[in-house]
């Protein structure tokens, strides 16, 4: 059974940077996409970055572009979630995800397994 732990969130000002990890266990990691997901209060999840089972390929949303940065360590089967220029918007629980990996370079989409969640909050 796939294992996500996440950890890494806090309180920053606004303009600041914070990094997110997720280790997986369980399953060989490199045979898993990740992806990372956000909830505001209030409002739904939505997607925030994915990379695919190599590093070779990544997505972003649109709000995210520029100032985030996924990426995987395989050897520490663990990926990671680099925040730069946060803003107050950012704040919210952020998920880490996994899915089997179609071995494409374009990461999945849709994820099955989920970690705990970690809170970020970003004050102005």
């Known amino acids: 059974q796939v294992q996500l732990v996440e950890s890494g969130g806090g309180l920053v000002q606004a303009g600041g940077s914070l990094r997110l990890s997720c280790a997986l266990s369980g399953r060989t990691f490199t045979s898993y996409d990740m992806g990372w997901f956000r909830q505001a209060p209030g409002k739904e999840r939505e997607f925030v970055a994915a990379i695919n089972w190599s590093g070779s390929g990544t997505d972003y949303a649109d709000s995210v572009k520029g100032r985030f940065t996924i990426s995987r360590d395989n050897a520490k089967n663990t990926v990671y979630l680099q925040m730069n220029s946060l803003k107050p918007e950012d704040t919210a629980v952020y998920y880490c995800?996994?899915?089997?990996?179609?071995?494409?370079?374009?990461?999945?989409?849709?994820?099955?397994?989920w970690g705990q969640g970690t809170q970020v909050t970003v004050s102005s």
């Open positions: 995800a996994a899915e089997r990996a179609m071995f494409r370079e374009t990461p999945r989409t849709a994820y099955d397994f």
